[in-house]
């Protein structure tokens, strides 16, 4: 079972950044996509960003369009998430997933076979 590990969660003040990374814990495994999801307390886990990992092409949500920038870095087998502009209501538990896409965009959770164990973003008032 490929492992995806996250880091770079924090608590930063409202109108700030912070920069979320990703990287399997095996060195290769299949998947075209890659995507981060969020999850608040009492709330279903929601779609932030996807990207497919050899055209680079990326799709967001509305509500981190213009906010957030997804980058995946080939040679370091590295997923990132830019996060600017934070808003309290960004605060969540933020997943890293992998898979095989079929169709684009790729959005819900279920055609994800890889997953993270979360970092948890906390942006305060």
């Known amino acids: 079972q490929v492992q995806l590990v996250e880091s770079g969660g924090g608590v930063v003040e409202a109108g700030g950044s912070l920069r979320l990374s990703c990287t399997p814990a095996?060195?290769?495994?299949?998947?075209?996509?890659m995507g981060w999801f969020r999850q608040a307390p009492g709330k279903e886990r929601e779609f932030v960003a996807v990207?497919?990992?050899?055209?680079?092409?990326?799709n967001y949500a509305d509500s981190v369009k213009g906010r957030f920038t997804i980058e995946r870095d080939n040679a370091k087998n590295t997923l990132y998430l830019q996060m600017n502009s934070l808003k309290p209501e960004d605060t969540a538990i933020y997943y890293c997933?992998?898979?095989?896409?079929?169709?684009?965009?790729?959005?819900?959770?279920?055609?994800?076979?890889?997953w993270g164990q979360g970092t948890q973003v906390t942006v305060s008032s």
């Open positions: 997933a992998g898979g095989i896409a079929r169709a684009w965009p790729v959005k819900a959770t279920n055609d994800y076979a890889y």
């Open positions: 095996r060195r290769t495994f299949t998947r075209n996509v």
């Open positions: 990207i497919g990992w050899d055209t680079g092409v990326t």
